[in-house]
């Protein structure tokens, strides 16, 4: 992003009460993208929740989509749960796909 561009503020929608989530690392090893997917089913969540890696044809009989560009829709939210050197680039590919908002929980940033 330019240094000297802004972006405007909309709505606090597509963070707090996304209608679609996208889960990018979801895994059937690791488990915060498990207990993530868990947590919103267990706390009602109704919409669809599109799980993101290329490893897997499908985790706990959803479909598994390999990248952002084979969902079947644009999702609202996305969490990224990769690596650092991923993270980015799923952003950006989420960003050019029109998703409003994205959650990174990604280590890899030279934390201490």
């Known amino acids: 992003?330019?240094?000297?561009?802004r972006t405007t503020f909309k709505s606090p929608v597509p963070v707090l009460d996304p209608p679609s989530i996208a889960i990018v690392g979801?895994?059937?090893?690791?488990?915060?993208?498990q207990d993530i997917r868990a947590n919103l089913?267990?706390?009602?969540?109704?919409?669809?929740?599109y799980p993101i890696n290329?490893?897997?044809a499908d985790l706990?009989?959803?479909r598994c989509y390999p990248d952002v560009g084979s969902l079947p829709e644009v999702p609202d939210?996305?969490?990224?749960?990769v690596g650092a050197?991923?993270?980015e680039s799923?952003?950006?590919?989420?960003?050019?796909?029109?998703?409003?908002?994205?959650?990174?929980?990604?280590g890899g940033y030279a934390e201490v």
């Open 90 to 106: 799923y952003v950006r590919d989420l960003s050019a796909r029109g998703v409003g908002a994205a959650i990174v929980l990604a």
């Open 77 to 81: 939210a996305a969490i990224i749960l």
């Open 41 to 49: 089913l267990a706390a009602g969540y109704k919409g669809p929740i």
């Open 26 to 33: 979801a895994s059937e090893r690791a488990r915060w993208p």
């Open 1 to 5: 992003m330019e240094a000297n561009k």
């Open 60 to 62: 706990d009989g959803t």
């Open 54 to 56: 290329p490893r897997y």
């Open 85 to 87: 050197e991923r993270a």
